[in-house]
Structures are given as structure tokens and as C-alpha cells.
């Protein structure tokens, strides 16, 4: 059972902005970073976005990310089609002494 | 480069014992925390458990308490996770990935993954 919500799906044509919304509570998002990641089905996850907003080498400037409170969002620009994957937020839980893995967003690329 | 590679998955009995292996390579093993992650079939992550880089401290999910334990062996830079009391829920691509950073960092580095189906 998830402890993160996201929206399920969300969409959008080449070239658009898109935003993926990740809530949380005090025990998480409101006390500890939140990290990004995509999946494309049937490979391991990529991470994408950590310590709120820090993008790893190689990951476009395409992405960003912010946190605010109990809410995170994942912000994707200039949408490509090799953008179509799952996203999946996760930050540490201070009252399960665990991560927590966000329910994950489907994009799709129409 | 980071290459992580996982083995030992397979079909186990419930109830029955399974222990998965993640050889590291490309990095300075000892020096990074470790995470054992988990995606049932057609399902989201699942965060299971973590270890520090020299093994002093572990974290895990709640579901696996008592029955799971993630180990280290940094001489041979291999990574475990040692499962027992298996249960059908477990069925799951199990990854490993590499923490950013000695303790409890994020994820950063993933294997492939090993599937482990428990089932009778």
C-alpha cells in the first residue's frame, strides 16, 4: 500500500508541458526530499530527479522538480516521445523508518 | 561503469526460503548503502530493504519484517537479500541499486532484476 499519491495517467503532444503530482504527509514529503524516477516498462527504473530538484548526470534539463510542504511535482518540458514511461515519486518516511514509493504516473505521448 | 547484476531468482513453495545475490562492479562497493527494490507483475515499486555501506545499519519494509534479511560481503562487492516464510505476495522482480551515498541515500544505480514467483 502506497503511502505517495499520484495521479494515474497523464498526457500530452510533442513539444508540451507536463506536470506529475506527488502528495504526501509530514511523516514524508513534509520532512524529507523527494526523488523522481521513470520506468520504461520492462526495463529497471532511471532516476531522474533527487534531493528535490537536483538532476543526475545526463538527465536532460528538460525535467525539474519542486517540493512544497506535503506536495512534489515532477515538471517535463518540450514532451518527446521517448518520454512515454511510468514515473514514480519516492522520499524517505521518518515514522516507518522506510522509502515510499509514490503510485505512479503513466505519461503518454499523443 | 556501475553494473549490477542480480541472480537467484526462480519458482519457490510458499513458506519455503530463497536467497537472492546482486554482484556490484564498477564502483567502490564498500562505500555506498545498498536498496533491494521490488515490482510485483503489472504493479508499482515497492521499496524493500536497505543497508548501510560498511552493514552497521539496515531498514526494511514492514511486510518483510522478520522474514527478510539484506546482508553484504564487501570483500566479494555482492550484495543479499535472504528471504524466508515466503508468501504468494512476494512475487515480484526483485532489484538491487546502489545508494547515493554511504548510508540511507536514494537509489541511484539499478540491475536488471531477478524474478521470484512463490507458488505452489
Known amino acids: 500500500q502506497s503511502v505517495l499519491t499520484q495521479s494515474p495517467s497523464a498526457s500530452g503532444t510533442p513539444g508540451q508541458r507536463v506536470t506529475i503530482s506527488c502528495s504526501g504527509s509530514?511523516?514524508?514529503?513534509?520532512?524529507?526530499?523527494v526523488n523522481w524516477f521513470q520506468q520504461v516498462p520492462g526495463t529497471a527504473p532511471k532516476l531522474l530527479i533527487y534531493s528535490n530538484n537536483q538532476r543526475p548526470s545526463g538527465v536532460p534539463d528538460r525535467f525539474s522538480g519542486s517540493r512544497s510542504g506535503t506536495s512534489a511535482s515532477l515538471a517535463i518540458s518540450g514532451l518527446q516521445s521517448e518520454d512515454e514511461a511510468d514515473y514514480y515519486c519516492?522520499?524517505?518516511?521518518?515514522?516507518?523508518?522506510?522509502?515510499?514509493f509514490g503510485t505512479g504516473t503513466k505519461v503518454t505521448v499523443l | 561503469q556501475v553494473q549490477l547484476a542480480e541472480s537467484g531468482g526462480g519458482v519457490v513453495q510458499p513458506g519455503r526460503s530463497l536467497r537472492l545475490s546482486c554482484a556490484a562492479s564498477?564502483?567502490?562497493?564498500?562505500?555506498?548503502?545498498m536498496h533491494w527494490v521490488r515490482q510485483a507483475p503489472g504493479k508499482g515499486l515497492e521499496w524493500v530493504a536497505l543497508i548501510s555501506n560498511d552493514g552497521s545499519m539496515t531498514h526494511y519494509t514492514d511486510s518483510v519484517k522478520g522474514r527478510f534479511t539484506i546482508s553484504r560481503d564487501n570483500s566479494k562487492t555482492t550484495l543479499f537479500l535472504q528471504m524466508s516464510t515466503l508468501r504468494p505476495d512476494d512475487t515480484a522482480v526483485y532489484f538491487c541499486?546502489?545508494?547515493?551515498?554511504?548510508?540511507?541515500?536514494?537509489?541511484?544505480?539499478w540491475g536488471q532484476g531477478t524474478l521470484v514467483t512463490v507458488s505452489s
Open positions: 541499486a546502489r545508494a547515493l551515498g554511504a548510508a540511507h541515500g536514494v537509489p541511484d544505480f
Open positions: 509530514s511523516s514524508n514529503l513534509g520532512s524529507s526530499a
Open positions: 564498477g564502483f567502490t562497493f564498500n562505500s555506498y548503502g
Open positions: 519516492v522520499a524517505w518516511d521518518d515514522s516507518l523508518d522506510a522509502y515510499v
